[in-house]
Structure formats: C-alpha cells, structure tokens
C-alpha cells in the first residue's frame, strides 16, 4: 500500500470507491487515508433474472411492463447521445465530458461500455452508460428527459442493464445513490444493500476549501450537483 500511495500524483484531495469484496480499506486507514462506509446495491452473479424479477417489487414490475410497451431501447456506441441529454437536463451540470468521452471510449474500444437510449416516438427520454470488467457490470452514469411523462424510462434501461449482466454472468451493481429518494427506488429492485468503503484524503487547506464551496452552492448560488436517478 505504501508504493502505491507514492506512484499518486501530487495531489490536495483523493476520493474513490472500493469494491465491496476489496480488503484493502484497512491498509489505506495506516496508510493515512480517511475510510468511510457508503452503500450500494448489487445482484449476485448466481441470482437468475427470473429470480431478480420475483424479487422487484409489484410496482417496479408495473412501470417496466409500461415502458417497455411503449419506448424503444437500443444499445448505442456514441456517447454524444448522452452528453447533450444531460448538459440539457442535469442542472448545474458539474460532469467533465472530455474526461467522460475518454473514459467510454476507451473501455468501449475493450468491449467493455455501451450506451443504453430510450427513446418514445423518435425523441430521447433516457439514457445510461454502462461499464463493466471480468467480474462486475456497472450502471455508471445515467440522465432522462423532464419534458417525458413515461413512467418507468429509468426503471426500464436498469432493467436491460441487468439482462446485459446476466447474458455475461457478471455481477450487477448499482454504483450507488445520490439521495434518500433513489435509494429508495433502488431498494424496489429487491437487492440488499451492501457496504462499499470509501477513501478519502484531504489536506488541510483542500478541507477548507470544499466546506467554502459547500456553503455557497447550498447557501448563497443554491446549487444543486447531484444527478439523481
């Protein structure tokens, strides 16, 4: 652990996940790092899509059958798609597409990313990257239309993600939540939450400043970046 933290750039702040089935939480902890606990949801490798869907709850399963009546969901390869939905739809838009572009394209290129679009009559109304590696496909980053009414668009492209994960026995993982409210939305899916440590590290004046940052955004400019589901 002590080489890797010395190959990190030179840096003020650090924050990043680790996997659920991670053991190193305890060595970047010695290591001077701040180890949080946060939550996910995740279906087992094992579970069966039948058995996903028996566990989704009457309501979730309602507004699938609604959408996917009446949307068409194809598996798209350019994330342009996504970029101009959420620069439109996502207030205050705080993502880095250059970075988000390279990233995609890059595990796009290892066959690794596709791009999940739903769209009623021609327009797009929800849209998903996901990511996945040899063990884990992720619902990585996701926006909808607020001109839709369609109910269940989100609820429809998660549940595709999940066949895309089943169809290559992987495991699917939510990647998280920003509120109570999509916790809540995610927990109709029928999956136990599970803990995935967080690590941290801020220098003094880096502290300083994002708890600055903090109270203009809810204060003063009263921003809000979380892109809920």
Known sequence: MEDIVARLPKHHGVRFF??????????????????????????????TLNDVWQGCDQKTRNLIRTAEKKLVVRYEEDIETFIELSRKEVRHNSHDFPLLRRLFYEAHKRGQATILNAYECDDLVSSAIVLWDNNVLYY?????????????????????????????????????????????????????????????FESPLYKVERIINRFVKKHVTKKDYKNDF
């Open 18 to 47: 680790l996997d659920p089935d991670n053991d190193s939480a305890f060595a970047f902890k010695l290591s001077g790092f701040q180890v949080n606990q946060d939550f996910t949801f995740r279906v087992a490798r094992d579970q």
């Open 140 to 200: 990585w980053q996701s926006a909808r239309s607020s001109q839709s009414r369609m109910p269940g668009r989100n609820m429809l492209l998660i549940w595709k993600a999940i066949e895309i994960a089943k169809k290559r026995d992987l495991i699917f993982d939510f990647d998280g939540f920003g509120s109570v409210r999509s916790a809540k939305m995610l927990a109709s899916f029928g999956q136990k939450p599970v803990i995935r440590p967080e690590v941290v």
